[in-house]
């Protein structure tokens, strides 16, 4: 089965709403990373989060590493947010990244 | 003004021939790495670089291979193409881990193997 498991698959909102997309790590992790791909394909770094609450601007991402699990909250959605969001998961402590990726959250903001 | 220039942005190919994907990075950065999105498929690690070695390679075919003239340079040489290899691939870079670096990504080459 998939280790990385995100959900919901797709979500659509209204302008305004908030979001909060889940990951969950089906093996033990040291780090994951959330990214944002655009709809034309080029993907965005989002958070580099090993564990705790990080914050920027509208997006927060909260890690539980020993509950092998990852959130992504959007507040107060915009239209530009539209598009996949990714989690990833890395099994290294150091060296080079060698993320494994789940499929993926397509969110739709509707204006 | 991209850090991470993949050329490539469109490429078809027909079955059995070879390409070579390129990708340099100004990001300044000592790790490379290549990645692949195949269709309905999550995004799949295949090989990164350090300092112009070989790290790691998820890659089981041989037909694939990574090749660095340069510390920012990363291409993906690929042999016999087949259908299957049809997918968007990707060439990230990265510091090699020592805190909070983060993996940094191109705009990706889509392969058509027709």
């Known amino acids: 089965g998939q280790q990385v498991q995100q959900s919901p698959a797709s979500l659509v909102l209204q302008e305004g709403e908030n979001a909060e997309l889940q990951c969950n790590f089906s093996?033990?992790?040291?780090?994951m990373q959330w990214f944002y791909q655009r709809p034309g394909g080029s993907l965005v770094s989002l958070f580099y989060n090993p564990s705790g609450t990080k914050q920027s601007g509208r997006l927060t991402s909260t890690t539980v590493i020993k509950e092998r699990r990852s959130s992504l909250h959007i507040s107060s959605s915009q239209t530009t947010d539209s598009g996949t969001y990714l989690c990833?998961?890395?099994?290294?402590?150091?060296?080079?990244?060698?993320?494994?990726f789940g499929s993926g959250t397509q969110l739709t903001v509707m204006p | 003004d991209p850090k991470i220039i993949q050329k490539p942005k469109y490429l078809v190919a027909v079955t059995g021939s070879e390409k070579i994907l390129i990708c340099e990075q100004y990001l300044g950065h000592n790790a490379m790495y290549w990645y692949r999105q195949s269709a309905k498929k999550p995004l799949e690690f295949m090989f990164s670089?350090?300092?112009?070695?070989?790290?790691d390679n998820q890659t089981a075919s041989s037909r694939f291979q990574p090749q660095s003239s340069k510390k920012n340079h990363l291409d993906l040489q690929i042999t016999a193409l087949k259908p299957d290899d049809s997918a968007t691939y990707f060439c990230?870079?990265?510091?090699?881990?020592?805190?909070?670096?983060?993996?940094?990504f191109g705009h990706g080459t889509k392969l058509s193997v027709l």
């Open positions: 990833a998961m890395d099994l290294a402590s150091s060296g080079s990244w060698q993320l494994i």
């Open positions: 093996t033990s992790l040291n780090s």
């Open positions: 990230a870079s990265s510091q090699e881990r020592e805190g909070n670096e983060r993996l940094f």
């Open positions: 670089y350090s300092y112009q070695k070989l790290m």
